[in-house]
């Protein structure tokens, strides 16, 4: 079903992922993640090596042999720089591969939806991040694909989208996972989701950009391609835009190998350094972040300007019991639904609570070290089933009194 060119630039005669991994499988699977974020992707112990990989700025590789047949040969097919976020990453998320960089998240949507057939079926929650419902739309207008779009957390309406039915009677080919959505912070129930895609022959793929290896393992939970928005929490700085794919899948990373090579949406190489140097403290982040998060959501669904909260560390969260039992925390994404102040409208209203912040900084993205906040919908992108008075929250590892003393005198503000 994969169109496969096994593309060996690293290569062996029967893979694609030959050099030299600093943490053997064994070691890897013994450390805690905490550790291999740190101690992954190293240069050789040998005397006088640098602790770092040096960033290579070459676009070409001295080689006489036919290229693709085992050496780097050139700038597109291969970086030295990317090999380390590369064997961190595959690790980190439980595989013997190691990871793909790509020069984007939405690269590594656009690589990972490849590998559905012409015609084939992709089953997407309706609350995906927005460009990846907007790259599957414009496929499915096209008619490349045909697009079912389904509330994730309800687990029989994806079971009914995955089984044969439309117009040609098909079945799923690929099953498009991302647990929580974006913003919506719906929870799906990962595994037994990716057992009904299986049934059907189909591909999953997981979003994990939200959650991190380090708070959710979407390979252990029976998924086929883990993806990541490596601009978010991975490099966790708000310095660099990267995506990565992870997979156990020799075959599904060739292809998916093959049309990175072809299509060309490559990391530079000092992102790719920037990406590494970042991941180093992913552990100390999330633990802060997480932390934090779990206090301000506690705090913001008590106060009277906020009509309803979503977080899936509150008890009363419809996500709540499923996150408990595949995540490991809860993430350090909140969104809020603002209460419509007097004279104004709700959009109106969320508009004045972020404007009159003055730590959270406005603006879009997520997963750095700041704080930000924004309402979606200002996003022409994002769904109109996205209520007009969301704010998301991306949750940063400032103290949490300095981030709930600025949350709160802007709600108090609102004279709701
Ligand atoms: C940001 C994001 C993406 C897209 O990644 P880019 O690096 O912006 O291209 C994909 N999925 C999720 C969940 C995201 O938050």
Redesign the pocket.
């Known amino acids: 079903m994969l169109h496969l060119r096994v593309t060996a630039f690293r290569g062996t005669a029967d893979g694609q992922y030959a050099f030299t991994m600093s943490l053997s499988e064994q070691q890897a699977a013994a450390l805690s993640a905490e550790t291999v974020v740190v101690a992954a992707g190293r240069p050789p112990r040998e005397r006088d090596q640098p602790v770092n990989h040096p960033v290579v700025l070459s676009s070409t590789y001295f080689g006489t042999g036919a290229l693709g047949d085992g050496d780097r040969g050139y700038g597109r097919y291969s970086n030295p720089t990317w090999d380390p976020f590369e064997e961190a990453l595959g690790q980190l998320e439980g595989s013997k591969l190691p990871g793909l960089l790509y020069s ?6 656009s690589s990972a939806l490849s590998l559905i057939p012409p015609g084939g079926v992709l089953v997407m929650p309706a609350h ?2 927005s ?2 419902l907007v790259m599957a739309s414009e496929l499915a207008q096209k008619e490349f694909v045909e697009l079912r779009t389904v509330d994730i957390a309800d687990t029989d309406a994806v079971k009914a989208a995955l089984a044969p039915n439309g117009p040609n009677a098909r079945a799923a080919s690929m099953l498009w996972l ?1 647990s929580p959505t ?1 913003p919506m912070l719906g929870i799906a129930d990962v595994q037994a989701l990716t057992a009904a895609a299986h049934a059907v022959g189909a591909i999953v793929v997981t ?1 994990n ?2 959650s991190t290896p380090l708070v959710q393992q979407p390979l252990a939970l029976g998924s086929d391609v883990v ?1 990541h ?4 929490y991975l490099a966790g700085h708000s310095d660099v ?3 990565a794919l992870v997979t156990s899948n020799a075959d599904i990373r060739s292809a998916l190998l093959h049309n990175r090579t072809i299509h060309g949406g490559i990391a530079g190489p000092f992102e790719a350094w920037l990406a590494l140097r970042g991941l180093r403290t992913l552990a100390l982040r999330i633990e802060r972040s997480q932390a934090s998060a779990m206090v301000l959501a506690e705090r913001l669904g008590a106060h009277p300007a906020i009509e309803s909260i979503r977080f899936p560390g509150l008890p009363a969260d419809p996500g709540h019991e499923r996150a408990k039992a595949q995540m490991k925390g809860f993430g350090s994404i909140i969104c809020v639904q603002v209460a419509p102040a007097a004279g104004l409208s709700g959009a109106d209203t969320a508009d004045k609570l972020v404007r009159a912040l003055q730590l959270w900084l406005p603006a879009t ?3 750095g070290v700041e704080s930000l906040i924004e309402r979606r919908r200002r996003h022409t992108a994002e769904p109109v089933s996205v209520p007009e008075n969301l704010v998301r929250l991306s949750v940063g590892i400032e103290n949490v009194e300095d981030l709930w003393a600025d949350l709160k005198r802007a709600l108090d503000s609102l004279g709701g």
Do not use: P, R
Request: proline share 0%; glycine share 16%; net charge negative.
């Open positions: 984007s998240g939405l690269a590594a949507v995906s991040y460009g990846s991302e974006n979003d950009t939200f993806l928005s490596v601009t978010k835009v990267l995506g993205s997520l997963g």
